[in-house]
């Protein structure tokens, strides 16, 4: 009897215990809503987030500029519209053909989807860390290849790989201007050049600074080539500005030891030049010299993309926050004032206009 | 808020009182309560492992033994994969894994991986949840796993053992996926020596089925590249001088993992594999040089080595680390005196030095650390059933001396079967030579996280001549603050103290046994509540504050129930862990799941040639209803596997009872 009496107050004590441990949790938030519309050209713009490394969670968004939806974002498009992640670090997307090129560079794959209304069409396997794609051709693309010392080429009407160029080391940004190829690496301090009509292999190179990232060609037909430097060799980056035509190296800009700059973009009007080096810097492409301050600054900020929409003076800048939550966009006008915000998925890295 | 849920615990703890007194504390202090001193802190729970679990994981890892028996909250990377646990929503560097007093955290990154701990090597496995670093110094914020040598010269009832002693013993285990591990130990003592060897492998190909949901259609895909292998040995040898009140010890412990990454959903093939290599040597000497004075000395020289290869022609990533680490701690025991003040008194103080030097391949240069540690203790029994504690410890790195922390516990038993456990703790951890030199954007400046933790613990253990409950439940407040964290800043990321973390619950630790004839039951069961969320972070339009941390589940917890029928047992368990965040703003998240395993097996002791056989002869099948779950987003786990073992034990020796 004592013993069951004991055994009572025990049971009251831990059921008394497990009651007062009945607390509340976190509730997932709600997701966005389904993605059942379509997407008018050149009402918008898409956005890629790459999403973290290794976490799958890259996604797709569109801001609407124009229409019913104005100021609008619609988020996770890939995934609602087709039933499946998009993969893991979304790295780049191009428009060919009326088609949406998304690179996926961990998932060594490049969805090609619908840009109306963001069916996947095709899936392109085989590739070794793809990191951007390029048209060369009406039938033919190139896509760069961390994890390859070869350039894989792409048949568009089929979207299946069909060739090789070998490179001899890996390849990252690359730009067809003037029958030419140019095509930097991560790896290297160069920038290499192929000739038209093959581009089959290397023709000459010019020696820039390690990490070429990103290049444009601005309004002169002048093609620039951003690189971030080697920490490991205390190597700086640079900006380089090259002449297509002969090709040469015209112009030499160095960063100190201490700059990341990546991500350069041109103006739609290709007279200023734009890159992240934690804040947001702007020059004109007749500058000769770095620019010194920061056009919009980095400061409680984790910038990682810049875009220009045609027709309007407004800057679109990505902001990845701390990496493990949504990203926002904001917009700034002319002057430099931000005039919108919105949340889009996990870093958005890349800008398109449709 | 923080005040009333304390407030509330205590009222809930005054309302059931009863007295009844019980002797729980022990004053003469020997070989095994020197070391209680600073590693069992009355104040606060210690979880051992229960023998019905333990029996079921005789050649397995540590992940296998505290994930499988859902005593802790694991991030497996799949099954071979790497393994680290969180105890109250702390992270993995804020839980030390001790061996006999040494530190194995990795001075890099603070971590340890529970997947390349054999359990075979341990006779002991504990996890002390709740601050602890005035005891055991940097890192123990959520809590310290403790990998203990019980000593020689006792057997397990605590008798005195007189060599000549032999104790042999074969651990196997052979299941799906092509696994299969393999240990075997021999041991034995003459005269003044007394020494064991342990040898053991494990491999397993881990090519199991899972469903792959990153596919419109799921589909289902065979594991690849997932490969492990380890093999290893420790050695210990016992010497006792012909001078009674001293004993050495030696210990080896060398071991090489091998493992291939293995791609995650998302991933068509994955190159990478990984070499782990460690060799630790440790001597203790022990020594009583009266009754009233107990000193222990240690010594340790550990190094480290990881070989990451990425594959696909990317560099490989060598670290190489060295630990050389000594110290030595002292007790006096006052003993019954007539004066109040010194009556069960019980001074005790110690000093640490630790020097690390560490490389990274073109991340991290040769790098150097010299660490003094010291702290003093004083403890004393204020009846004979209640003891409180107060430990400060102060640490000097590299020159320069951090702020003081320390804890206060009180234990207060109020009846035979009901105490009271109380702590207050002021913890640390220091960055790791990542977070101070990682090139680039390593902070040379960071200064170390703090924590303060308030706990209480209701400890319910009413027995009866057949049976007993032993109920344990804790509640927690722990606030930390210069939380590192790795943010953008300028050019590169560099970690920044600028986070703050409080974390909150309650656990409920139950075990009931019940002998009814022949039979024999134990009911096993663990519950967590955790609410760990981010106060402060250093991060404009955050939506984070407020909100869990990524992969801590809001519950967690587990069940096992055995049924022994003379040398028969059933044993099935059941975890529970609740769904997980997986982005900061929670709109995304790893659904909860449930994880069941059945165990059959036998257990057989017989007496024959002068000596003791045990033998242990288990079936496992794991995952019973085959859940496909993910641990972490997108690495696929196993789904139903079976397993079957067996451990044989002969020991042969003289036992002294006192």
């Known amino acids: 009897m004592r013993t069951f009496r004991h055994a009572s107050m025990a049971v009251s004590v831990i059921a008394a215990f497990i009651f007062l441990s009945s607390c509340s949790r976190d509730t997932p938030d709600p997701t966005d809503p389904a993605a059942t519309r379509t997407f008018t050209p050149g009402e918008g713009f898409f956005i890629l987030n790459e999403g973290g490394f290794g976490a799958g969670n890259s996604s797709v968004s569109y801001y609407a500029l124009a229409g019913a939806d104005a100021g609008n974002t619609f988020n996770n498009l890939f995934s609602q519209v087709n039933g499946t992640p998009l993969g893991d670090v979304g790295q780049s997307m191009t428009m060919i053909n009326n088609r949406l090129y998304v690179v996926v560079n961990n998932s060594s794959k490049i969805e090609v989807l619908n840009p109306l209304n963001m069916n996947a069409v095709a899936t392109i396997t085989g590739l070794a860390g793809p990191r951007n794609i390029l048209q060369v051709n009406a039938a033919t693309a190139f896509i760069t290849q961390m994890y390859s010392e070869q350039v894989a080429i792409l048949d568009l009407a089929s979207n299946t790989v069909t060739g090789y160029i070998n490179l001899g080391i890996g390849s990252e940004a690359l730009v067809l201007e003037q029958g030419k190829l140019f095509i930097t690496s991560q790896e290297s301090d160069k920038l290499y050049v192929l000739d038209a009509p093959q581009f089959s292999s290397i023709d000459s190179s010019i020696v820039i600074a390690p990490g070429g990232n990103s290049m444009v060609v601005d309004g002169n037909g002048k093609l620039w080539i951003l690189a971030y430097g080697y920490w490991a060799t205390s190597a700086p980056g640079g900006l380089f500005r090259v002449n297509p035509a002969s090709p040469s190296l015209e112009a030499s800009m160095p960063f100190t030891t201490f700059d990341f700059p990546t991500h350069l973009v041109a103006n739609p009007a290709g007279d200023s030049l734009f890159f992240l080096n934690f804040s947001i810097y ?19 900020h984790a910038f990682y993309t810049i875009g220009f929409m045609p027709n309007t003076s407004n800057t679109f800048v990505g902001d990845a926050v701390d990496y493990v939550q949504s990203g926002l966009i904001f917009r700034y006008d002319a002057a430099g004032t931000q005039t919108d915000v919105d949340t889009v998925g996990i870093i958005p890295n890349n800008f398109l206009m449709y | 808020m923080k005040k009333s849920f304390i407030a509330c615990c205590l009222l809930v703890v005054s309302g059931v009182l009863h007295a009844q007194d019980t002797a729980v504390f022990h004053l003469n202090l020997d070989a095994v309560d020197i070391l209680k001193a600073r590693m069992e802190q009355s104040g606060v729970r210690r979880d051992i492992t229960d023998s019905t679990i333990a029996r079921l994981y005789p050649a397995g890892t540590l992940t296998d033994l505290l994930g499988g028996g859902g005593v802790l909250t694991l991030k497996s990377y799949t099954a071979g994969g790497l393994s680290t646990m969180s105890i109250r929503g702390a992270n993995s560097m804020q839980t030390p894994v001790v061996w006999n007093g040494i530190n194995l955290q990795n001075t890099n990154n603070n971590t340890v991986d529970l997947s390349l701990l054999p359990v075979f090597l341990f006779d002991q496995v504990a996890v002390q949840p709740g601050s602890s670093s005035a005891a055991w110094g940097s890192g123990a914020i959520g809590g310290v796993i403790k990998l203990t040598s019980l000593p020689r010269d006792r057997s397990s009832n605590g008798n005195y053992l007189r060599n000549p002693y032999l104790n042999h013993k074969v651990v196997f285990e052979y299941g799906s996926f092509g696994a299969n591990m393999f240990g075997v130990k021999v041991g034995g003592g003459k005269g003044q020596w007394t020494y064991d060897l342990k040898l053991y492998r494990q491999h397993s190909l881990n090519n199991f089925w899972f469903t792959n949901t990153s596919f419109a259609q799921p589909r289902r895909q065979q594991l690849n590249h997932a490969t492990m292998r380890q093999q290893g040995f420790m050695t210990e040898v016992y010497f006792d001088p012909k001078n009674p009140n001293n004993q050495f010890v030696l210990r080896m412990w060398v071991q090489e993992t091998h493992r291939e990454i293995p791609p995650t959903m998302l991933q068509s093939v994955n190159e990478a594999t990984q070499k782990d290599y460690a060799c630790r040597i440790m001597s203790e000497w022990f020594s009583f040089p009266t009754s009233r004075i107990k000193i222990n000395t240690r010594a340790a020289v550990i190094h480290e080595g990881l070989l990451y290869n990425p594959g696909f022609s990317q560099p490989i990533n060598n670290t190489n680390a060295w630990t050389y680490i000594a110290e030595s701690e002292m007790t006096y025991d006052f003993g019954q005196r007539d004066t109040k003040v010194l009556n069960n008194l019980r001074l005790s103080g110690g000093l640490n030095a630790m020097y690390a030097t560490s490389e990274v391949t073109e991340s991290i240069p040769h790098k150097e650390q010299l660490r003094m540690s010291m702290y003093a203790s004083i403890g004393k029994a204020l009846r004979e059933s209640d003891e409180f504690n107060i430990t400060v410890r102060d640490e000097i790195i590299d020159g320069k001396m951090i702020d003081p922390v320390g ?77 590192i964290t790795w943010v953008p800043n300028a050019a590169f990321w560099s970690p920044l103290n600028v986070a703050e973390v409080w974390s909150r619950g309650m656990e409920h630790r139950l075990k009931y046994f019940q002998a009814v004839s022949r039979w024999k039951f134990t009911f096993l069961a663990n519950a967590d509540y955790v609410r760990s969320t981010y106060e402060k972070t250093n991060t404009t339009n955050d939506v984070s504050i407020g909100k869990q941390l990524i992969y801590v589940p809001a519950w967690f917890g587990g069940a096992t129930a055995t049924a022994q029928w003379k040398d028969y047992f059933i044993t099935y368990a059941h975890q529970y862990t609740d769904l997980r965040f997986t982005t900061r703003d929670h709109v995304e998240w790893l659904p909860a799941y449930s994880i069941a395993n059945l165990a059959v097996g036998w257990n057989w002791k017989s007496n024959l040639n002068g000596g003791v056989y045990w033998m242990n002869l288990f079936f496992r099948c794991n995952n019973i209803f085959d859940e496909q779950y993910e641990s972490m987003a997108w690495r696929p786990m196993p789904g139903r596997s079976y397993m079957i073992g067996f451990s044989i034990d002969f020991s042969k020796q003289k036992e002294i009872t006192e």
């Open chain 1, 282 to 300: 702007r020059m004109s492409v007749n500058d000769a010299t770095l620019p010194a301050v920061g056009y919009i600054s980095g400061v409680g």
């Open chain 2, 407 to 483: 804890s206060i516990w009180y234990y207060l038993s109020l009846k035979k079967w009901l105490a009271i456990r109380t702590c207050v703790s002021h913890s640390y951890r220091v960055p790791t030579f990542n977070d101070l030199y990682w090139t680039p954007g390593g902070n040379p400046d960071l200064l170390p996280e703090t924590s303060w933790t308030e706990e209480i613990t209701v400890d319910v253990r009413p027995r009866w001549k057949t049976g007993y409950i032993s109920y344990s439940v804790t509640a927690y407040n722990r606030n930390v603050k210069d939380m």
